[in-house]
C-alpha cells in the first residue's frame, strides 16, 4: 500500500480519509479500543426496563477529621471503591484480545455519591482514569470531603459520648436514578483532638436511605484536667478556708479573691466550652452554681465576723449604728475620771471609799463588756461551725450528684431530622 502512494501520489492523497478508515478499522490494540469506546460518547448513565442502576460499594472507607462542638459539625473523608454495569461498554474478546481497558473519567457516565446531611460536600475522583472490564463493568474510586451536621449531644460533657448519622445517597428521584449495594466498610485513623470514632457501621433507615452510624466518644482527661478538676479544687479550698479565724479579716479577704479568681477563671475558658445545642451542656450551669457556693460562702463569713465584733448584723440604719459609740464613748469617760480620781485624790474616809466603789464598778463595767463580747463571739462561731457543716455537707453532695449526672444521664436528641419523611 505504501508504493503504490509512493508511485501514484496524487490517487493516494484523493482517497486518504477512506485509507485511515481501513487501517483504523484494523487497529486491535488497547488504544485503539479506547477509541473506540470513547468515541460512542456514553455520558448518560446506562438505561433499562427499570430506570434504574446499581452501584456496588465493595469497600466503603470512613475517616471522622474533626468534631466541632461550637457549630456542632463533624468534618469526615470518605473513599469509596464503586463499580457498575454498562453493556454498551462491553466489546468482543474474539477482536479485541484484552479483558480489560482504561479510560478517561470524563468521557463516560459515572455515578455520584453525596451526603444527605452535609452542610458542603466536595466529589472527586481519585484519578482522572477508570477500569474497564470486557463484559461492561466499570471500576471507579471517588473521595468525599463533608462537613456534616451533627446534634452531637453535649448534655455530658466533658464525658461526652454519642452516634452520629452520615448519610450516603444516591441522585434518584420518582423511581428513576442509582441505587447503592454497599459491601464492607472501613474505619480509619479512629482519633482525632480531644475525639475518638468508637466505632462506624452501615445501617439503612429504608432500602433507599443508607448511612453510615457513627459512634464517638469525648476523651474526657484533658477538658476534665482543664475546666472539671479546678472547679472542684476551689470549692474544696473555699471549705478548708473556714479554719481561718473568724476576726481578723483575713478569711473575708481570701474569700473575695477565690470569687474574683472563679470569675477570672470561666471568663478565660468560655472560649473552650461547648456551643449551645439542644441538650445543652451541663457543665454551663454546674460553673453557675460553683459561683452561687463561693458567693454565699464569703457573704455568710463577712456576716458572722461583723456578728462577732459588733454583735449585730444591723448596719444600715445610723440610729442603731451610732448607739454603741456613744454608750462606748461614755464609758471611756467614766474609766478617765476614775483613773484621775485615782491618781490626783490622796485617800481618806469617806474619799477613800468612793474611789474604791469607782474601781469596782469600773473593774465590773469592763468584765461585763468582755464577757458581752465572749458571748457575742461564741454566738458568731456557732453559728459559723453550723454553717460550715451545711457547706460541707452540700457542697459535698452537690459535687457527687453533678458527677453521677454527668456520667450516667442520656439526654435524647434526634439525629435524623434532614429526613423530613
Given at each position: ?104 473519567v470524563d468521557k463516560i457516565w459515572t455515578p455520584e455519591l453525596f451526603v444527605t446531611n452535609a452542610i458542603t460536600s466536595t466529589l472527586k475522583h481519585s484519578s482522572a482514569n477508570v477500569l474497564v472490564y470486557s463484559n461492561g463493568t466499570v471500576k471507579d474510586n471517588l473521595i468525599i470531603n463533608a462537613e456534616v451536621n451533627c446534634e ?134 454546674h460553673f453557675c452554681i460553683c459561683l452561687i457556693f463561693l458567693v454565699v460562702s464569703m457573704v455568710v463569713s463577712m456576716l458572722t465576723t461583723r456578728l462577732s465584733l459588733e454583735g449585730q448584723l444591723v448596719f444600715c440604719c445610723w440610729s442603731k449604728g451610732s448607739a454603741p459609740k456613744i ?95
Amino acid at each position: 500500500m505504501k508504493k503504490c502512494c509512493k508511485k501514484y501520489s496524487n490517487l493516494c492523497s484523493n482517497f486518504s480519509p477512506v485509507l485511515e478508515l481501513v487501517d483504523s478499522s484494523n487497529c486491535t490494540s488497547r488504544r485503539c479500543l479506547s477509541n473506540v469506546l470513547i468515541d460512542k460518547n456514553l455520558l448518560s448513565q446506562p438505561q433499562n426496563d427499570s430506570c434504574t442502576q446499581e452501584v456496588r460499594v465493595p469497600i466503603l472507607e470512613y475517616q471522622t477529621l474533626e468534631v466541632n462542638t461550637k457549630q456542632l459539625h463533624l468534618l469526615i473523608l470518605l473513599q469509596a471503591s464503586i463499580e457498575w454495569e454498562d453493556p454498551e461498554l462491553a466489546w468482543d474478546t474474539s477482536v479485541y484480545k484484552f479483558d480489560e481497558v482504561i479510560l478517561p473519567v470524563d468521557k463516560i457516565w459515572t455515578p455520584e455519591l453525596f451526603v444527605t446531611n452535609a452542610i458542603t460536600s466536595t466529589l472527586k475522583h481519585s484519578s482522572a482514569n477508570v477500569l474497564v472490564y470486557s463484559n461492561g463493568t466499570v471500576k471507579d474510586n471517588l473521595i468525599i470531603n463533608a462537613e456534616v451536621n451533627c446534634e452531637v449531644n453535649l448534655f455530658n460533657y466533658p464525658f461526652a459520648y454519642d452516634v452520629c448519622p452520615v448519610a450516603v445517597q444516591a441522585w434518584g428521584t420518582d423511581k428513576c436514578g442509582t441505587t447503592l449495594k454497599f459491601g464492607d466498610l472501613i474505619l480509619t485513623d479512629n482519633s482525632h483532638g480531644d475525639w475518638q470514632t468508637v466505632d462506624a457501621d452501615l445501617q439503612k433507615k429504608r432500602d433507599d436511605r443508607n448511612y453510615i452510624h457513627v459512634e464517638l466518644k469525648l476523651k474526657s482527661t484533658n477538658p476534665f484536667l482543664t475546666l472539671m478538676l479546678p472547679s472542684y479544687l476551689i470549692i474544696f479550698v473555699d471549705i478548708v478556708s473556714f479554719a481561718l479565724p473568724l476576726r481578723g479579716g483575713g478569711r473575708n479577704a481570701f474569700k473575695v479573691t477565690l470569687v474574683l479568681s472563679f470569675t477570672l477563671f470561666i471568663n478565660i475558658l468560655n472560649s473552650q466550652l461547648p456551643g449551645d445545642s439542644e441538650c445543652s451542656p451541663i457543665i454551663r450551669p454546674h460553673f453557675c452554681i460553683c459561683l452561687i457556693f463561693l458567693v454565699v460562702s464569703m457573704v455568710v463569713s463577712m456576716l458572722t465576723t461583723r456578728l462577732s465584733l459588733e454583735g449585730q448584723l444591723v448596719f444600715c440604719c445610723w440610729s442603731k449604728g451610732s448607739a454603741p459609740k456613744i454608750t462606748e464613748n461614755k464609758e471611756q469617760n467614766e474609766d478617765e475620771e476614775i483613773k484621775a480620781d485615782i491618781s490626783t485624790i490622796q485617800p481618806n474616809g469617806s474619799e477613800n471609799s468612793q474611789i474604791l466603789r469607782k474601781v469596782a464598778k469600773y473593774l465590773e463595767t469592763h468584765e461585763t463588756n468582755e464577757a458581752e463580747k465572749e458571748r457575742q463571739h461564741k454566738f458568731a462561731d456557732m453559728l459559723d461551725k453550723t454553717f460550715f457543716w451545711i457547706y460541707f455537707l452540700g457542697g459535698l453532695g452537690y459535687l457527687v450528684i453533678m458527677t453521677v449526672i454527668m456520667l450516667n444521664y442520656k439526654c435524647e436528641v434526634n439525629h435524623f431530622d434532614f429526613w423530613h419523611n
